[in-house]
């Protein structure tokens, strides 16, 4: 853990040196920090810009945390709430600038043994050019337990127990994944959910909602078959849509769910992508930082528990998260 800090701070230290002799730091790039996170979900007084949809999620949380049943919603959230149906809320989607550029993560790996049957898992995610590092997303495999969680932290502030993002993944009884993210400042889990989670093994469609809008990330595959990777399987990146509807699939006894999209793709992948990255990840431009982090989260922590499934699970942690402490905690401890 503190290797890799040090590794960071080197790179960095490294690039604005190179800043320094050329004379100007005009176009920095600045790592995210849990700051940049607050200072976008903040509303000033006389603020007309649009709400993000992070702004409008945080809002939720404190209206639904805070005020009293009959008290009257802010006029920003009273679309949401007073819609009578899914199709009625006003979406998001459709709203993106067309001109935004595509934002693009490059990803890499590395991993070190931690301990006897004890590997610690790193997908650094760098920008465009696959020079910066932006994120790094640690999940620690063990021959006793699968991965069941997964942190991904910011460049500008990598420190044991602080994450960007924490993902907990939770098999469901059918095989699928649940994924559950939380982060700082806390507005309340995130949930995406599986079709058919009871009697389905694929990771989606997988459903979830964010700023009073529906979303689902589908397979990415052209015959829109699920690969999930392992040993012997390919692995295929998600894409995202925002949903305007969704009904159950006439006479399916899996759970399986139809649904009609609207708006552009909003995130994708491909394996490379272009200047030695091993991945590659795609966003739409005009999506908020926070909504990205948790974005990012997901896919990362599919890759991670795809790319090195379980031997066995001694403990039974597959299905309910272990008690006490974290393996990412203990791994932090003996490093």
Known sequence: MFERQVDLHRERFAYLESLKRKGSFEGIILPPTV???MQKLKRDDGDNSPW??????KALHDYGKEAPTNTEPPSQLKPLLDAADSV??????PTLPSSAETVIYRLSHSSELVDMGVRSHWWFVKDSTNKHTLYALQAVWSQEVPI?????RRAGEFLPQM????IKIRKTKGGSFRLVT???????DIVEIPDGEAQRKDWSP?????GGRNFVWKSGRADGKSADGGLFRSFSWETLYETKRVWAKEGSRTGKMEDETIGPRLCWGEKGGGNGAAHSIYMVGGLDLQFREHLLASQLARLVRCSNPPQ???TGVEMVSAGGKSILSLVEWLS
């Open 312 to 314: 066995k699970d001694s």
């Open 88 to 93: 009625k809320v006003p979406f998001f989607a």
């Open 206 to 210: 997988r459903r979830f909602k964010y």
């Open 35 to 37: 700051l940049d996170v």
């Open 182 to 188: 939380s982060t700082v400042p806390q507005t309340g």
């Open 148 to 152: 069941v969680e997964a942190i991904l």
């Open 163 to 166: 994450g960007a993002v924490s």
């Open 52 to 57: 993000t949809l992070s702004q409008i999620r």
